[in-house]
T-cell receptor
């Protein structure tokens, strides 16, 4: 199956700093990428839908100024958590779709804000 | 927001037993998919069932879909310790569209 990578796999940052997470589709072109957040022992919650070359569509309740998404190419989308706070600590997972039924998930990035 | 709930939230069984978990959703769907997630890892796609299908098999997995009840079940037969993971259902309304996940079932298979 198709491969999606995320970088970094884990990151620790200080409160107030910004963190960038990359999501790459390695062997296919992803017209759409999705960003999810998952708290411990909970399900995945969709944060935003990222389309190549256009602005991301954010889910209700997700602050677009805090979670900046850039989908600059068909193989790369980035999520920047700006001015991170401890409550932003979570597991962030991206997925990429090729306009068919299946989405391919990255391995996730664990963010810890101290 | 989550599409629906999964039942049970947690399941503990002995190796060799079958594991059954259910997923309910609220609105009409195009497809329903099941994923597995090992602790702290990404999601692994298990099986997709379309809204016009009622049952699907893949290896030791059997999925059913009842659109009239807006529910689906995942059966894992002859479970193994390696099946220990969280299992999530996810629905979409169109191909390539965003997925809405259920709450998940944590399965523990004891050797």
């Amino acid at each position: 199956g198709a491969v999606v990578s995320q970088h970094p796999s884990w990151v620790i940052c200080k409160s107030g700093t910004s963190v960038k997470i990359e999501c790459r589709s390695l062997d296919f072109q992803a017209t759409t990428m999705f960003w999810y957040r998952q708290f411990p022992k909970q399900s995945l919650m969709l944060m935003a839908t990222s389309n190549e070359g256009s602005k991301a569509t954010y889910e209700q309740g997700v602050e677009k100024d805090k979670f900046l998404i850039n989908h600059a190419s068909l193989t790369l989308s980035t999520l920047t958590v700006t001015s991170a706070h401890p409550e932003d600590s979570s597991f962030y997972i991206c997925s990429a779709g090729d306009n068919r039924y299946e989405q391919y998930f990255g391995p996730g990035t664990r963010l810890t804000v101290t | 927001s989550q599409q629906g709930e999964e039942d049970p939230q947690a399941l503990s069984i002995q190796e060799g037993e079958n594991a059954t978990m259910n997923c309910s959703y609220k609105t009409s769907i195009n497809n329903l998919q099941w994923y597995r997630q090992n602790s702290g890892r990404g999601l692994v796609h298990l099986i997709l069932i379309r809204s016009n299908e009622r049952e699907k098999h893949s290896g030791r997995l059997r999925v059913t879909l009842d659109t009239s009840k807006k529910s689906s079940s995942l059966l894992i037969t002859a479970s193994r310790a390696a099946d220990t993971a969280s299992y999530f259902c996810a629905t979409d309304k169109a191909a390539g569209n965003k997925l809405t996940f259920g709450g998940g079932t944590r399965v523990l298979v004891k050797p």
